[in-house]
């Protein structure tokens, strides 16, 4: 049976997504202090792992950006062994670059970050990652989802080092867990699709997190529905 694991790094992300899949919450999954919460059950053929990243203690929020998300696919995969994490979320794009609110895009290409910055031989480019992607063009043709590199960052705003090296960078998609998660993956050979919904158009409009709050339902919505769509799917390759 195919193992998958969906991690999330905010509860109102997941929750539209969880309502629609039969799946039992595990009571303390992990060791005590670690804060991810882990819904399991069948989809299809599927065993599916849903991973979210759960509260900050001290903070109150949700655990987002890369520390939480590097910990969480760590221990994921520890627990669940998948044959393919798949990252799902919301996320900023590029007007410029063809994104519009709502679409739901397949990472492409690579996955890179975009603020660590290191101008040492060797460590600049390690800094910036570029992590390979799994190719995702036939199934983002099949589900009719647009494709584009992603580019994490621990910041939802974006400051004018973080645009160039965005830009350069050819991202356009701007998130704060994928490239995180895929540096996690490809040190342990598991496959990974990140699956994002846009909340923001960061090269436009009102504040990044004006537009966030605004479309933010939107996003997640779509978000459920192609994800559903994309874990159908994965079955009927699986299936061949
Ligand atoms: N204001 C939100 C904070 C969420 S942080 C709240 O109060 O709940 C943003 C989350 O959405 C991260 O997990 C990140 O991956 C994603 N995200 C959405 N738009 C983004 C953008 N423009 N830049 C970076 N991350 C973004």
């Not at 195919?2 to 919450?25: F, G, H, P, Y």
């Not at 199934?139 to 584009?148: N, P």
């Not at 709050?213 to 061949?240: G, P, R, S, W, Y």
Request: hydrophobic residues 40%; contains cysteine.
């Amino acid at each position: 049976m195919v193992r998958i694991a969906i991690l999330m790094a905010m509860k109102n992300e997941a929750r539209t997504l969880l309502q629609s899949l039969d799946l039992r919450q595990q009571k303390q999954p992990f060791r005590s202090g670690v804060p991810f919460e882990l819904f399991q059950g069948r989809f299809a053929k599927a065993q599916l792992s849903v991973v979210v990243s759960g509260t900050d203690p001290e903070f109150h929020v949700d655990n987002v950006a890369t520390v939480p998300a590097a910990l969480m696919t760590y221990l994921a995969i520890e627990k669940c062994n998948p044959d393919l994490v798949l990252n799902a979320g919301t996320a900023g794009g590029f007007g410029g670059r063809g994104c519009e609110i709502g679409d739901v895009y397949l990472g492409s290409g690579t996955f890179c970050f975009h603020d660590r910055r290191i101008p040492l031989p060797g460590f600049d480019r390690y800094g910036i990652g570029r992590y390979s992607c799994y190719d995702t063009s036939s199934l983002a043709a099949e589900l009719h989802l647009k494709t584009g590199i992603i580019s994490t960052g621990n910041s939802l705003d974006l400051q004018g080092k973080d645009l160039q090296l965005i830009l350069e960078n050819q991202a356009v998609i701007k998130d704060m867990e994928a490239a995180a998660i895929a540096w996690v993956c490809r040190s342990l050979s598991v496959p990974m699709i990140a699956v994002k919904a846009i909340t923001d158009l960061v090269d436009e409009g009102a504040p990044t997190e004006t537009q966030f709050l605004q479309n933010f339902h939107l996003a997640v919505k779509n978000l459920q529905i192609k994800t559903i769509e994309l874990l159908q799917h994965l079955q009927k390759i699986k299936d061949c």
